[in-house]
T-cell receptor, first 114, second 116 residues
Framework: AQSVTQLDSQVPVFEEAPVELRCNYS??????LFWYVQYPNQGLQLLLK??????LVKGINGFEAEFNKSQTSFHLRKPSVHISDTAEYFC????????????FGKGTRLSVIA | GAVVSQHPSRVICKSGTSVKIECRSL??????MFWYRQFPKKSLMLMAT?????????EQGVEKDKFLINHASLTLSTLTVTSAHPEDSSFYIC????????????FGPGTRLTVT
């Protein structure tokens, strides 16, 4: 079974400052990794995903994430945040074996302060 | 890109009534659909997995007689909350997986259910 730990439930950051949202996963098999963003009362929007290849993945809205297999991490970063980045961010994993659903972390609330 | 719709986006119903939520994959065929429930300021909790033409597989602790899931076609799945109670109030999100792609999940916009 897979599990995801998002170490920070809330991250406040000033506008134009950099941010890192942490994600660690646990799995006995190879996985794909995802980051989703959720704005209030909306569904999930895919920010980026790691399937294979380069461990640095670039996504939408200026976000990027780096897959670190030895540390089983997939931290999300943005060099300069905007007010509009205020939202809930979810890290998720899926096993490569079988038709199994995404497993989500508990989410990190990013609050950008003007 | 793949689009998943949900209807209704918001619904208010009285305690004891039933509510049906539809989830449609608009531009692809979805062999598998997933239903999640999200409590305020919480993560998504998987309720069940449904495969077209077969019975849904429910997660532990989810009452299958209360949350009826039907996946009658490759583009439509429905979740019916039967005899709804205020504790069923929540945000319900469906997700669909395209035929032949065993990892990508596309999410609907969610349905806010309020039971009074």
């Amino acid at each position: 079974a897979q599990s995801v730990t998002q170490l920070d439930s809330q991250v406040p950051v000033f506008e134009e400052a950099p941010v890192e949202l942490r994600c660690n996963y646990s799995s006995s098999v190879s996985v794909y990794l995802f980051w989703y963003v959720q704005y209030p009362n909306q569904g999930l929007q895919l920010l980026l995903k790691y399937l294979s290849g380069s461990t640095l993945v670039k996504g939408i809205n200026g976000f990027e994430a780096e897959f670190n297999k030895s540390q089983t991490s997939f931290h999300l970063r943005k060099p300069s945040v905007h007010i509009s980045d205020t939202a809930e961010y979810f890290c998720a994993v899926i096993s490569l074996s079988g038709n199994t659903p995404l497993v989500f972390g508990k989410g990190t609330r990013l609050s950008v302060i003007a | 890109g793949a689009v998943v719709s949900q209807h209704p986006s918001r619904v208010i119903c009285k305690s004891g009534t039933s509510v049906k939520i539809e989830c449609r994959s608009l531009d692809f065929q979805a062999t598998t659909m997933f239903w999640y429930r999200q409590f305020p300021k919480k993560s998504l909790m998987l309720m069940a997995t449904s495969n077209e033409g077969s019975k849904a597989t429910y997660e532990q602790g989810v009452e299958k007689d209360k949350f009826l899931i039907n996946h009658a076609s490759l583009t439509l799945s429905t979740l019916t909350v039967t005899s709804a109670h205020p504790e069923d109030s929540s945000f319900y999100i469906c997700s669909a997986r395209s035929t032949g792609v065993d990892y990508e999940q596309y999410f609907g916009p969610g349905t806010r259910l309020t039971v009074t």
